[in-house]
């Protein structure tokens, strides 16, 4: 059974820009109850915290690399979290990872017990 499933990823141009997907059918109509994030984890690095927002984005906490660049959103009525990222620099290359924890979203990965598989953004110089 699909978890979570990320979309969305691909080869851009640094200073383009790029919007991820994540659909959660899993959770059915209790998916307003759940906090979403989106993390990285790029060859040979730690899977890192990028974004994630409470139940309704109406508060929301992003690593210092992309404060600023990327914008988490989500759609309850769907299913669905976003992630817009602009300005895009090699460094932002990685697997990008949708994760979801009942309640309070936190940037410990191992707080969230679900996961999706990743998407792939690769930006080239």
């Known amino acids: 059974q699909v978890q979570l499933a990320e979309s969305g990823g691909g080869l851009v141009q640094a200073g383009g820009s790029l919007r991820l997907s994540c659909s959660a059918p899993v959770f059915g109509d209790t998916f307003m109850y759940y906090a979403m994030a989106w993390f990285r984890q790029a060859p040979g690095e730690e899977r890192e915290f990028v974004a994630a927002c409470s139940w309704n984005c109406g508060s929301t906490e992003y690593a210092g690399s992309v404060k600023g660049r990327f914008t988490i959103s989500r759609d309850n009525a769907k299913n669905m979290v976003y992630l817009e990222m602009n300005s895009l620099t090699p460094e932002d290359t990685a697997t990008y990872y949708c994760?979801?924890?009942?309640?309070?979203?936190?940037?410990?990965?191992?707080?969230?017990?679900?996961w999706g598989q990743g998407t792939q953004v690769t930006v080239s110089s």
């Open positions: 994760a979801a924890r009942k309640d309070y979203y936190t940037e410990l990965k191992l707080w969230y017990d679900t």
